[in-house]
Structures are given as structure tokens and as C-alpha cells.
């Protein structure tokens, strides 16, 4: 199942196809199994708006230059063949098509109209959109641009081929205009831009058809980036044992702020009881004791002023995970306990404030992290954050969020939509349960409280920063509309529980 996980760049996918060649699987095969899966696609989405057999059926595939464009070619002869009234419209001229692609307009019989806009006057019961590959690199070309804009307003049904015109398949990005596809068929494995915003939002429901690539091409290719799903981390999973006890699940350790901002760090110390942690002990001024206190029965307390009480503290080596940030206030002491907790042995979370604190010597932050001991470090930035944490870095939200971990050493939690999970070794995993009632205040404490949790029960750095983002999601999904971060926790154990029948 994990194969499935597995998103392919651009780049990725071209040389996926040579070695393909160079194991005598042909590239026109390959685009007339790409053809029939569009063909099925089409016919399904078809079904599924109403159209069935017995009832006259009209598509229309805008096809382009490109291999994409011999993939509308190949499905519009198997739509025919089907009994699927097919009209097919090239935007260029027939001499500029070039191999597989100009053998599979061949290979059609039909006319072949010009397209633009105008053919959109005509209706149709579904438009195949076969006119730009994956790989488009900056905005797209005015008469490309006038098509896709009339696809949009014409309302017809889109099924998108490979993505949707417009949407660049490894970063997501689109540049000026794009198709807004109801469904996308996409081959051997998904994208990142399936999944990062804002592709995502155009691609509509996303399929792949595996088009007889071999798994050994794609063992060798050897991606490193994943949709985050259970199956990429399950088997790492610290469910609980029979004969554990709680000192034996981990004893985490959540750093309060004051008085007045010392909620946040409840909501993620009730995350990180909630997701297994066998104790949990939240370490406040003394001033702020007495009030959480009042909210807290299960989580311990204890009173922690400066650096030297955290280093006391975490020399018990049974505290095995911290967290340091959720409303903790930014200053020297921030930062001096950050640090500290770092060179504790400790895994450690580093959240909110304390990202913010620490991103005016950012250059110590990540010396602290490289040379300290085994257990990871996680960070947790939002944009914002992570702009003032890793000032300039260019590129898409997968690629900043890569060079961040290689650059700092820690695993990097870019939070969003779209959240992007990577670690310094390359690794990384783009998540896409989180609903949008995720955004709202606190929600962020829970989430990182979630991976603190999963740390102290020994999960590894970037297993436990995937496994927790898709159960913040999850829990968020349980709920509804109307969520507010205090609900997160309560709905942890429905979303435990289904994650247990995947076992």
C-alpha cells in the first residue's frame, strides 16, 4: 500500500517513462493505457452526471501538442468505439504534433476541429481537458488561456488529464489561469500538485490509473515525497500494549505560559494525554499555577521559572518528549529555555512564541539542534512564522519546507491546508484531511500537544509530526462545523479508534 503513497514530480515521472523504455515497455503503450484509462474515466464521470448507454452521450477533448494531447487522441478513438459521440479540437497546427502524440491523432478518424473558443458554444455532456501536461513552467499562453477561461464559464463537466491544464503538477502552482476540473485521471502515482494549493482546488477528485508501469521503475526511482496517509507511518504507531504501564508510554512535558495566556498550553497538554503520552506534565510560573490548577485534574503540575528549574526538570530522564511555545510569551527566557530543552536529551517541539523568539538568532537555533543529542526536534511554523524563521527561502510550499529541514536539521511541520511535513533527510509528506474548520485559535497548541505526545511514547521525529497532523485532521472531520479547539481532544478517540481498524 505505501507504493501508492508516493507523489511524483515532473521530473520524477520523465524519468520513470525512460526507464520504462529501457525495459522494453514501450511509450506508446504507455499513452494508449493512459487513453483507455481517460476513455473509463470519462464513460464513469458520464454514468455519474446521468448520461448512461442508452442515452446519446456528447464529449468534447481540447487537445494540445504535447503527450497529453496524444492521451485525449488515444481516448477519443475508444470513446468512439464505445458509441460516444466524440468531437476532438487541437489548439496548433496537425504538423506540429511529434511522436506517440502525432501517431495517436493519426490513429483518429474523426475530423479534427480548431480549437478556441467559440467551439464551446456548442454543448456538450462532458469536456475532456487534454490540453497541457504537468510540467508547465510559468503562466500559460494567451490562446491557452482564452480556451481554459471559456471552459470555465461554458459550466460543462471537466475531466482533466493528468492535472488540469494551467496547474504545474510538481509545485501546485498556477501562474495566471487554469481549468477547474470536476474529476482528474492521473498515471502511476499523484503529483504533489494534487495535492498542494492551490492545484489541489482545481483537480476535482483525483484517480490514478497505473498504466502497466512496473514496480520496479518505481522502487527505482526512489521518491521521497508522500501523500500523508496512515499507511506511511501506521506500522510506527505506539498503539498500547498489554502489558505497559503508564511510565513505560512516555512522560511529556508542556511548557505553560502566564496567567493570562496559559490556556494554550492546556489544549496541548490534554492533546498529548489524549493521544497516549502515559503522563503529562504541564510547568508554569508560579503565578500561573494556581490557575491551571483549576482547569487540570489528570495532568501533573509543576513549577518551572527560568532555564536552570527546565534543566532540573529534564534531568529526570523519564521526561522523554517537551513541547516549549503554545502562549509561552517571547523574550531571553524563551529563547535560554529553548535551548535548554534541546541539550536536555529530551525530544522536543518548538511552537509558536518560541519560533518567534528564537528566529532573531535563527543561525543558534539550528546549531543547538544539529549537535544535540539523539532525540528530534520538531518545528511547527505557519507561514508567517516560518518566514521570520527561515527568511528568502524560494521555491513551492514542498520545496521551502525541505530546504528548511535540511538547513536547520529539524523536522519541519509547514502548517497549513495543505501541511507539508519534512525532515533533513529528505522526506517529506504533504497532508490533505485537515477541513477548513481547522482555522481557528488554538488549534495550533492541539496540534503540536498531539506530536509531543507521540514523541514521549518513543514514536520517531517525522513519523510522529505525519501521524500527528493526519489525527488533527481527522479529529477535526469527526466533528463538523461549529469545531473550536477545546473539541479536538474530546474526538481524538474516534479517530484513534478508526485508525485501529487499519491494523
Known amino acids: 500500500m505505501r507504493g501508492r503513497l508516493e507523489l511524483f514530480t515532473n521530473e520524477e515521472m520523465s524519468r520513470a517513462d525512460g526507464l520504462a523504455a529501457s525495459r522494453d515497455i514501450t511509450s506508446r503503450s504507455l499513452m494508449e493505457n493512459a487513453g483507455a484509462a481517460v476513455a473509463n474515466a470519462a464513460v464513469a464521470l458520464l454514468e455519474r452526471t446521468g448520461r448512461t448507454a442508452d442515452q446519446p452521450r456528447k464529449v468534447l477533448i481540447l487537445c494540445g501538442r504535447g503527450n497529453n494531447g496524444g492521451d485525449g487522441f488515444v481516448a477519443a478513438r475508444l470513446l468512439q468505439e464505445r458509441g460516444v459521440a466524440v468531437r476532438v479540437a487541437l489548439l496548433g497546427a496537425m504538423t506540429e504534433l511529434r511522436g506517440d502524440a502525432a501517431m495517436a491523432a493519426a490513429d483518429w478518424l474523426g475530423p479534427i476541429e480548431v480549437?478556441?473558443?467559440?467551439?464551446?458554444?456548442?454543448?456538450?455532456?462532458?469536456?475532456?481537458?487534454?490540453?497541457?501536461?504537468?510540467?508547465?513552467?510559468?503562466?500559460?499562453?494567451?490562446?491557452?488561456?482564452?480556451?481554459?477561461?471559456?471552459?470555465?464559464?461554458?459550466?460543462?463537466?471537466?475531466?482533466?488529464?493528468?492535472?488540469?491544464?494551467?496547474?504545474?503538477?510538481?509545485t501546485g502552482a498556477i501562474a495566471n489561469v487554469a481549468v477547474t476540473a470536476n474529476e482528474t485521471i492521473t498515471f502511476v502515482r499523484r503529483k504533489p500538485g494534487h495535492l498542494l494549493l492551490p492545484g489541489r482546488l482545481a483537480c476535482g477528485k483525483v484517480m490514478v490509473s497505473d498504466i502497466g508501469m512496473p514496480q520496479t521503475v518505481i522502487d527505482d526511482i526512489a521518491v521521497q515525497a508522500f501523500a500523508n496517509e496512515p499507511d506511511l507511518w501506521l506500522a510506527a504507531f505506539p498503539f498500547p500494549q498489554l502489558a505497559q504501564h503508564k511510565y513505560q508510554r512516555g512522560h511529556a512535558l508542556v511548557l505553560g505560559g502566564p496567567p493570562y495566556g496559559c490556556g494554550a498550553a492546556r489544549l496541548a497538554a490534554r492533546a498529548a494525554l489524549r493521544v497516549g503520552a502515559g503522563l503529562v506534565t504541564l510547568g508554569a510560573t508560579v503565578d500561573a499555577l494556581a490557575i491551571n490548577a483549576s482547569r487540570l485534574d489528570a495532568i501533573m503540575l509543576a513549577p518551572i521559572e527560568d532555564a536552570a528549574d527546565l534543566g532540573d526538570l529534564l534531568a529526570d530522564r523519564r521526561k522523554t518528549a517537551v513541547l516549549i511555545g503554545p502562549g509561552f510569551g517571547l523574550g531571553p527566557r524563551t529563547i535560554e529555555m529553548t535551548i535548554t530543552a534541546l541539550r536536555s536529551g529530551a525530544a522536543t517541539v518548538i511552537d509558536a512564541d518560541a519560533i518567534t523568539a528564537c528566529s532573531a538568532n535563527a543561525a543558534h537555533l539550528f546549531s543547538t539542534i544539529v549537535h544535540s543529542p539523539v532525540r528530534?526536534?520538531?518545528?511547527?511554523?505557519?507561514?508567517?512564522?516560518?518566514?521570520?524563521?527561515?527568511?528568502?527561502?524560494?521555491?513551492?510550499?514542498?520545496?521551502?519546507?525541505?530546504?528548511?529541514?535540511?538547513?536547520?536539521?529539524?523536522?519541519?511541520?509547514?502548517?497549513?491546508?495543505?501541511?507539508?511535513?519534512?525532515?533533513?533527510?529528505?522526506?517529506?509528506?504533504?497532508?490533505?484531511?485537515?477541513?477548513?474548520?481547522?482555522?481557528?485559535?488554538?488549534?495550533?497548541?492541539?496540534?503540536?500537544?498531539?506530536i509531543v505526545g507521540l514523541l514521549a511514547q518513543g514514536m520517531t521525529g517525522f513519523e510522529a509530526?505525519?501521524?500527528?497532523?493526519?489525527?488533527?485532521?481527522?479529529?477535526?472531520?469527526?466533528?463538523?462545523?461549529?469545531?473550536?479547539?477545546?473539541?479536538l481532544p474530546e474526538l481524538l478517540p474516534r479517530a484513534l479508534q478508526e485508525l485501529h481498524k487499519l491494523v
Do not use: C, Y
Not at 471537466?158 to 504545474?168: H, Y
Not at 509530526?465 to 469527526?478: F, K, R, S
Open 115 to 170: 480549437a478556441k473558443p467559440a467551439i464551446l458554444l456548442q454543448p456538450a455532456d462532458l469536456i475532456v481537458d487534454a490540453l497541457l501536461g504537468a510540467g508547465l513552467i510559468g503562466a500559460v499562453r494567451e490562446g491557452f488561456a482564452q480556451l481554459i477561461l471559456a471552459v470555465t464559464a461554458s459550466g460543462m463537466p471537466v475531466l482533466s488529464i493528468d492535472v488540469p491544464s494551467g496547474v504545474n503538477g510538481s
Open 376 to 450: 528530534p526536534a520538531v518545528l511547527t511554523p505557519h507561514e508567517g512564522e516560518f518566514e521570520r524563521l527561515f527568511p528568502n527561502l524560494q521555491g513551492s510550499k514542498l520545496e521551502r519546507a525541505r530546504n528548511a529541514a535540511a538547513r536547520s536539521g529539524a523536522i519541519v511541520v509547514l502548517k497549513g491546508p495543505d501541511t507539508v511535513i519534512a525532515s533533513p533527510d529528505g522526506r517529506a509528506a504533504i497532508n490533505a484531511n485537515a477541513p477548513p474548520t481547522l482555522a481557528t485559535a488554538g488549534s495550533g497548541d492541539v496540534l503540536a500537544g498531539l
Open 465 to 487: 509530526a505525519a501521524a500527528g497532523v493526519w489525527l488533527h485532521g481527522a479529529a477535526a472531520t469527526a466533528f463538523g462545523p461549529g469545531l473550536i479547539a477545546e473539541d
